[in-house]
């Protein structure tokens, strides 16, 4: 005795949940049906409203969150300067980093940075003279603050534009680190005390 099986090929037949087994979510920039997608918020109620933002106030996974500075709102307007000055309130995420981390720190450091602020950060990189006006990052050691330090990166200053397309929140935090290891170390002290001359003098 022969028996044959068959069934439907309608593969969404089978699933129990086929909207959520066959995810109808759009790729951000892929093509959408305009008769039933737009972009324009005067259409909202009207069509699906999809603007390739996303949500106000996400972040993407494994993104550090933004990098804040928030003046004294009873102090009135606040420059560029002052923000700076505020952004040294800000800590670096990262306690330490990895030895792989800081030699990958470095390499962007010195295919970002050092083409104006030089291979130690000293302000003699091949570009310093051409753009003018570049700080040693290093000089007085310790230098600037880590908040500062990120924040200039960041949203640039003077001649330097802002570095945020370039390097991720984490890339810019792990060069701030790699800078210390540019900072000169403390001097420490080789000269012997002079050995102490007796009080007593002796007559002759």
Same mark, same amino acid.
């Given at each position: 005795?022969?028996?044959?099986?068959?069934?439907?090929?309608?593969?969404?037949?089978?699933?129990?949940? *086929?909207?959520?087994?066959?995810?109808?979510?759009?790729?951000?920039?892929?093509?959408?049906?305009?008769?039933?997608?737009?972009?324009?918020?005067?259409?909202?109620?009207?069509?699906?409203?999809?603007?390739?933002?996303?949500?106000?106030?996400?972040?993407?996974?494994?993104?550090?969150?933004?990098?804040?500075?928030?003046?004294?709102?009873? %102090?009135?307007?606040?420059?560029?300067?002052?923000?700076?000055?505020?952004?040294?309130?800000?800590?670096?995420?990262?306690?330490?980093?990895?030895?792989?981390?800081?030699?990958?720190?470095?390499?962007?450091?010195?295919?970002?940075?050092?083409?104006?602020?030089?291979?130690?950060?000293?302000?003699?990189?091949?570009?310093?003279?051409?753009?003018?006006?570049?700080?040693?990052?290093?000089?007085?050691?310790?230098?600037?603050?880590?908040?500062?330090?990120?924040?200039?990166?960041?949203?640039?200053?003077?001649?330097?534009?802002?570095?945020?397309?370039?390097?991720?929140?984490?890339?810019?935090? %792990?060069?701030? %680190?790699?800078?210390?290891?540019?900072?000169?170390?403390?001097?420490?002290?080789?000269?012997?005390?002079? *050995?102490?001359?007796?009080?007593?003098?002796?007559?002759?």
């Amino acid at each position: 005795m022969t028996m044959v099986f068959t069934g439907c090929g309608n593969k969404e037949g089978r699933a129990y949940m *086929p909207d959520m087994a066959y995810s109808r979510a759009y790729e951000t920039y892929a093509s959408r049906d305009s008769s039933i997608f737009t972009g324009n918020p005067a259409d909202i109620g009207h069509k699906i409203f999809y603007n390739n933002l996303p949500p106000a106030g996400t972040i993407k996974r494994g993104e550090l969150f933004p990098h804040s500075v928030v003046p004294d709102p009873t %102090k009135g307007a606040v420059d560029s300067n002052a923000l700076i000055t505020l952004s040294a309130q800000v800590k670096n995420p990262y306690d330490s980093i990895s030895a792989a981390d800081l030699r990958e720190a470095g390499r962007l450091f010195n295919i970002n940075c050092g083409i104006c602020h030089g291979v130690k950060a000293e302000a003699n990189g091949p570009m310093a003279a051409k753009v003018g006006g570049v700080k040693s990052i290093v000089a007085g050691s310790p230098g600037y603050s880590d908040g500062r330090i990120f924040y200039v990166m960041t949203y640039g200053q003077n001649t330097m534009g802002s570095y945020a397309s370039q390097l991720s929140r984490e890339q810019r935090w %792990k060069i701030v %680190k790699y800078i210390r290891t540019l900072e000169p170390k403390a001097a420490t002290a080789t000269t012997a005390a002079a *050995p102490k001359t007796d009080s007593v003098a002796t007559k002759k």
